[in-house]
């Protein structure tokens, strides 16, 4: 297989997994043996989407299913200490078109303060209609 683009820590950060390219990318996150969370929360409003997702990733009691605090948790080494993990976001329904692209700005910065620790933070979602750039290849 040619090199990950999920080994790249200059590209990690959130995009798109298309249908076309899904069984594909969840077999390198497999054959690499990165540390993946999904992220599916059913909820009908902001609030249970963050809380949904902070529970997802062992986030504490105290999170405060809010975006800072998820900006905040997301960062925490001694909550996320792997040196690279990706995410996999679906159901975003929960969000509205705000929610979602506030969504996508804090796991961008996430995963640039991530690159600057010599991480890589991974955000792929599947769901349509979101306004990102397909994983590269």
Do not use: H, K
């Amino acid at each position: 297989m040619a090199a990950s683009v999920l080994a790249r820590r200059e590209l990690a950060g959130p995009y798109l997994l298309t249908p076309q390219r899904r069984d594909a990318v969840l077999g390198e996150i497999r054959e690499l043996a990165l540390p993946s969370i999904e992220i599916r929360p059913s909820a009908t409003g902001r609030t249970d989407w963050l809380a949904g997702a902070g529970r997802a990733l062992g986030f504490p009691d105290s999170f405060g299913a809010n975006f800072d605090a998820l900006f905040d948790s997301l960062c925490d080494r001694e909550l996320l200490p792997q040196p690279t993990l990706v995410l996999r976001l679906g159901n975003t329904t929960g969000l509205d078109e705000a929610g979602c692209d506030t969504l996508i700005a804090v796991l961008q910065a996430a995963a640039d303060e991530w690159r600057d620790q010599g991480r890589s933070l991974w955000a792929l979602f599947d769901g349509p209609g979101l306004d990102l750039d397909a994983l590269p290849r």
